[in-house]
């Protein structure tokens, strides 16, 4: 039997099919904020309609941060048709919210960030499943490192420097990128811990693909502010 035909090994096979799935769920919920976002695009006016409503953007933002906290913190109580659901109606909300850039950047300088974003995804992803070293101590550092730069975006909101602002842009990247890393890492340690139990591990999947595609989303958003040519 040559080395080609060697059984993979079962924990390795979890991995796999782990995985998998974790990216199958977050390219179907990027889908969906393409399409939606894609469509509205198509209706400029009704963007600027959106744009033009305070109330219309910080509803959506208050319903998109609900949403976040009731998945993440309730995904293990919940049954795979909710949590299904949940995950796409976030998506879909995400889409809606994103809606706007295409009035702000052209359409070549969205392609190229979101083409520039997969590449630095990819490559964190990749990483956090092929590397031996633990990247569990991360997690604090890089949930405080979060909190800090909104609280930086937050004060900008006010000040306006366009010097503070480029040094979130480039910090949120690179943020992104060492979520995308500590993210794929734990997802992959969940691998095998399931047993027979077909629908934690869905959930599971489902949580995962939600933690990427908040990942993805970060950094194509910075990522389209530092490399975007506006309208």
Known sequence: ??????????????EQTLLRRVYNWMAAGLGLSGVIAYYLMRNEELIRSFVASPMRFWGIFIAQLALVLFLSSRIARMS????????????????????????VYTQGSIAAAFLSTGGMFAAASL????????????????????????????????LHSSILDLAISVAM??????????????????SG????????????????????????????VYA????????
């Open 1 to 14: 039997m040559s080395s080609f035909d060697q059984p993979i090994p079962q924990s390795i096979a979890y």
């Open 80 to 103: 795979v048709a909710t949590a299904t659901f949940m995950f796409f109606l976030y998506a879909g909300l995400n889409g809606l919210a994103l809606s706007p850039i295409f009035l």
């Open 127 to 158: 990483w956090g499943t092929v590397t031996k070293r633990s990247l569990s101590t991360w997690g604090h550092y890089l949930t405080m490192a979060l909190l800090g730069f909104m609280v930086a975006l937050i004060v900008n909101f006010w």
């Open 173 to 190: 990247v690179i943020l992104g990128v060492g979520l995308t890393a500590y993210d794929t890492q734990r997802i992959k340690m969940l």
């Open 193 to 220: 811990s399931f047993g027979s139990d077909g629908e934690m591990e869905t959930r599971a999947a489902i949580l995962g693909a939600f933690s990427l595609y908040l990942d993805f989303v970060m950094m194509f």
């Open 224 to 231: 389209l502010r530092l490399m975007g040519r506006r309208r």
